[in-house]
C-alpha cells in the first residue's frame, strides 16, 4: 500500500530555514521522479521542486537558490531544505510522485511569519 508522510513544518521567522522530510512507503522514491508541491489558502497546489530517479533536480522559479531537494535511498525518504523562507512561502507542503501522482498525504504546513 502506497503512503507518503511529510513531516518537519513549523512556524519560522521569515529569512529563516526548514527542511522537510517526505518518507515513501510501498514504492521505491529512487525508481521515481518525485516532486515537491504546495498549497496555499484559496490557491491551487502548485510544483515546487522534483528530483529524477538520476537524481536531477530542477526548481520553480519561486524556489531556485533557496530551495534544495535531495534523496536518501536508504531512507526511501526525499527532503527539501528550505533557506531564506519569505511570507510568501506559507502553504502546506506535499511529496508526490510526479510521473502519475499517488494518494496525497497530509502534508506539512509551513508558516513563515515574523
Known amino acids: 500500500q502506497v503512503q507518503l508522510v511529510e513531516s518537519g513544518g513549523g512556524l519560522v521567522q521569515p529569512g529563516g530555514s526548514l527542511r522537510l522530510s517526505c518518507e515513501a512507503f510501498?514504492?521505491?522514491?529512487?525508481?521515481?521522479?518525485m516532486g515537491w508541491y504546495r498549497q496555499s489558502p484559496g490557491k491551487q497546489r502548485e510544483w515546487v521542486a522534483l528530483?529524477?530517479?538520476?537524481?536531477?533536480?530542477k526548481y520553480a522559479d519561486s524556489a531556485k537558490g533557496r530551495f534544495t531537494i535531495s534523496r536518501d535511498n536508504a531512507k526511501n525518504t526525499v527532503y527539501l531544505q528550505m533557506n531564506s523562507l519569505k511570507p510568501e512561502d506559507t502553504a502546506v507542503y506535499y511529496c508526490?510522485?510526479?510521473?502519475?501522482?499517488?494518494?496525497w498525504g497530509q502534508g506539512t504546513q509551513v508558516t513563515v511569519s515574523s
Open positions: 508526490n510522485r510526479v510521473d502519475g501522482n499517488y494518494n
Open positions: 510501498g514504492f521505491i522514491v529512487s525508481h521515481n521522479t
Open positions: 528530483i529524477t530517479g538520476g537524481s536531477t533536480t
